[in-house]
């Protein structure tokens, strides 16, 4: 995981933003899962506690890969939002 860059090295599991959506992850949510990351590897890794952050390259995975890691997360730890604080999920 140290090789890889953080989209914001100060805030790990956000909030940031890709393109229209604003999302973060709740780490007292997550469980470390990592459906995250099998279903969307370029936004999302495992960092040492287990928790997910959010990586720089998060721009390569489409609106929708995001939204479906997103859903995938069996806890709903992953928020995400649109440029307008509208929540996108959960709902």
Partial sequence: M???QLKDPNN????VTIRNL???????LCIGAA???AIAPKTFVLDSEAKAII???ADQDSDNVIID???G????A????DQNGNKIFPQ
């Fill in 2 to 4: 140290d090789d890889q």
């Fill in 12 to 15: 790990p599991s956000g909030p």
């Fill in 22 to 28: 604003k999302m973060h992850v709740d780490r007292d």
């Fill in 35 to 37: 459906t995250c990351v």
């Fill in 55 to 57: 990586l720089a390259s």
């Fill in 69 to 71: 890691a997103a859903k």
């Fill in 73 to 76: 997360c069996p806890v709903a």
């Fill in 78 to 81: 992953i928020i995400i939002e």
